[in-house]
């Protein structure tokens, strides 16, 4: 079963880039999560999805945005890259409400420099 | 301010030794999950603890919901190296849906 699925593996941007990180997940999911994960740090959420359609901001949204147009997808979107936005980036996904088991991505390596 | 505040925020302890991490909160949660990480790796369901004052056990791992649903404790006995990793509680307060994570408590184990 391939779970949770991030694109891609590693990144380096340039300043004032943008990019898509790309998250699906084939166990027809309901939530959908984007978190970030700072060198030895926990995660903070960016955005989360309860289902297709329906997004809602975290604890960091800023300099971020997501799309939910299918049940399997959760995008998030970049615009303007800072080198504040130099992290680990997870895409996680739970079943039917928030206290169900979540399975997380591989995660994605994202460099602004 | 953390809605999760976990404490330590790191443990060095040789194998053999016993611990315990803690998770707190000011709000109520429904339920609090227990994650561990491993390096450049996404983290992974220990248990989840649902009932106030409920106590897991998941071989040498015991799990404590605090009796007012704002707090958690993890207790390793005789650890072991393999326990090595990074342990983050999350969970959603009242009833929201954004599942929030602490910062972690990041063990080691010596042998």
């Known amino acids: 079963n391939a779970g949770v699925t991030q694109t891609p593996k590693f990144r380096i941007l340039k300043i004032g880039q943008s990019m898509t990180l790309q998250c699906t997940q084939d166990?027809?999911?309901?939530?959908m999560y984007w978190y970030r994960q700072d060198p030895g740090m926990g995660l903070k959420l960016i955005y989360y999805s309860v289902g297709a359609g329906i997004t809602d901001k975290g604890e960091v949204p800023n300099g971020y945005n997501v799309s939910r147009s299918t049940t399997e997808d959760f995008p998030l979107r970049l615009e303007l890259a800072a080198p504040s936005q130099t992290s680990v980036y997870f895409c996680?996904?739970?079943?039917?409400?928030?206290?169900?088991?979540?399975?997380f991505g591989q995660g994605t390596r994202l460099t602004v420099v | 301010t953390q809605l999760l505040e976990q404490s330590p925020q790191f443990l060095s302890i040789q194998e053999g030794e016993n611990l315990t991490v803690y998770c707190n909160s000011s709000?109520?949660?429904?339920?609090l999950q227990w994650y561990r990480q491993e390096p450049g790796e996404g983290p992974v369901l220990l248990v989840t603890?649902?009932?106030?004052?409920e106590v897991k056990k998941l071989k040498r791992l015991t799990f404590q919901f605090g009796d007012a649903r704002k707090d958690s404790s993890l207790h390793i006995t005789a650890a072991q190296p393999g326990d090595t990793g990074l342990y983050l509680c999350?969970?959603?307060?009242?009833?929201?849906?954004?599942?929030?994570f602490g910062a972690g408590t990041r063990l080691t184990v010596k042998p």
């Open positions: 709000s109520v949660f429904s339920s």
């Open positions: 166990m027809n999911h309901n939530y």
């Open positions: 999350a969970g959603a307060a009242g009833n929201n849906n954004d599942m929030r």
């Open positions: 603890v649902v009932t106030g004052g």
């Open positions: 996680a996904s739970s079943y039917l409400t928030v206290n169900t088991e979540a399975f």
